[in-house]
């Protein structure tokens, strides 16, 4: 590694985002050839993301721009602001040649970045994404986006995707002037979730029989890295494809199901908090009140439903099946918009990403793509007694379970579902 302190030579940008790695990062690669290997790594704290990050996400984003900085011999350069104004400043500064960044297909992400473009006075140069396939490169025969997920799963097969790439050897980090970075405790980064993703792997195999178990804490949570691009995909199903098992290509399906909901809103941006079933447009909803706010302190009387929602509160992680349990117990037992539910997961989840958290609770909702039918409803009970069998999950975050200090049940889940389906047949 060299570090450089003059600017005489070419100098690129590299403006990190959800690719906090310096491995298998096409964009970093490009940074470099631009710049004759002459590179200033960014990070730009967007007060409009930050200030709504629960704390578990803030600290682990702070964590990995640790990370992140300790790669480039300390010389990330972390400014807080509107990204276009820090970008512009930045690139004037070091006289850039070009800013390179990983695509960003969400919403506001393609805002953003199309009023940076325009207020630069050298290229914007986006290379690769976040995804092993971009969105809108799997299309049906007729150009449209799929809307079934088997369908899209064979077709992105088919498709396909590059290897992983390393990383540069030799990058000369330009310096430059930064905000302090956030501290943290939290120890996350390429190195940590690569050392996560090779341990797990010896354990992949069983995915298929254990991964809807909360109580066993068998899953890997690399939602978590992949949320941050502190691993790559690709990465990931190179991995995977060395392993001949029922459980690896249940996993391969499972990060298929990711790069579908993101293909699924960058074709419906508005489907962050609009349903992608019109219909579902006139369905009478509750205003969240005293229900919704006892089901975000995990006061329900639903020890499987408040369980989840006291993990989520204390570690920002809620394991996969609880999410469709609590998500379903908000929109069919307590009958408030999935919308409510969806953004208080982005505000407390440290792997809150848009496109996976709205798409999956328009699926529970069943106002989604290939969504489960509206009249599919979650039996917290017999969901706990058949996922959490000697209910060591629930005991874990409830620990008055049993006490006269645990509420009763504030619904009767036998008359909310009959609620549910009445309301549903109204706008069938």
């Known amino acids: 590694m060299f570090i450089r302190e003059d600017l005489e030579m070419a100098t690129a940008v590299m403006w990190f985002r959800r690719d906090l790695r310096l491995a298998d990062n096409p964009a970093l690669l490009d940074a470099v050839a631009a710049g004759d290997g002459s590179v200033v790594g960014l990070f730009v704290l967007d007060p409009l993301l930050w200030d709504q990050s629960g704390g578990p996400r803030r600290e682990h984003l702070a964590g990995s721009l640790r990370s992140l900085s300790e790669s480039l011999g300390g010389r990330l ?55 092993a396939v971009a969105p809108g490169r799997v299309l049906t025969q007729q150009g449209s986006s799929y809307r079934v997920f088997t369908p899209y799963f064979h077709a992105w097969l088919e498709h396909g995707w590059r290897q992983p790439v390393d990383a540069p050897p030799d990058i000369e980090w330009v310096d430059a002037k930064g905000d302090r970075l956030p501290s943290s405790k939290v120890v996350a980064g390429e190195g940590a979730a690569r050392d996560q993703w090779e341990a797990y792997l010896d354990e992949v195999a069983e995915y298929g029989e254990v991964r809807d178990r909360p109580d066993l804490d068998a899953t890997s949570r690399m939602s978590v890295p992949l949320k941050y691009g502190e691993i790559h995909p690709r990465t990931m199903l190179a991995d995977l494809a060395r392993r ?38 006139k369905m009478e909803y509750d205003e969240p009140g ?43 037992d307590l009958h408030v918009h999935w919308k409510f539910g969806a953004r208080w ?8 990403d848009l496109a996976s958290n709205s798409l999956n609770w328009q699926w529970v909702a ?63």
Not at 83 to 99: G, Q
Request: glycine letters at 8%; a neutral charge; one cysteine or more.
């Open 366 to 428: 069943g106002c989604g793509a290939d969504a489960s039918p509206y009249f599919r409803v979650f039996n917290p009970s017999t969901q706990a007694k058949k996922f959490d069998p000697d209910g060591e999950y629930q005991r874990r975050w409830i620990p008055e379970l049993g006490t006269p200090d645990y509420p009763e049940p504030i619904v009767d889940h036998a008359e909310a579902r009959l609620e549910a389906l009445r309301r549903y047949d109204a706008i069938r």
């Open 345 to 352: 997961f982005m505000q407390n989840l440290v792997d809150g």
């Open 244 to 281: 001949r098992s029922a459980g690896a290509e249940g996993y391969r399906r499972e990060l298929a199901w990711r790069e579908f909901c993101a293909d699924l809103l960058a074709g419906h941006p508005d489907a962050a908090w609009k349903p992608l079933r019109p219909e579902f447009d």
């Open 77 to 131: 350069v972390v400014r807080r602001g509107d990204p276009v104004e820090v970008v512009r400043a930045l690139a004037a500064e070091v006289d850039a040649v070009s800013v390179h960044i990983s695509a960003d297909y969400g919403p506001y992400g393609r805002r953003r970045d199309a009023a940076v473009e325009k207020a630069l006075r050298c290229p914007l140069v986006s290379t690769g994404s976040p995804y």
């Open 290 to 332: 005293d229900a919704f706010d006892a089901w975000c302190r995990g006061m329900t009387g639903y020890p499987i439903v408040d369980a989840g929602m006291r993990e989520l509160a204390s570690t920002g992680f809620m394991h996969n099946r609880v999410r469709m349990v609590v998500a379903s117990f908000l929109v069919k």
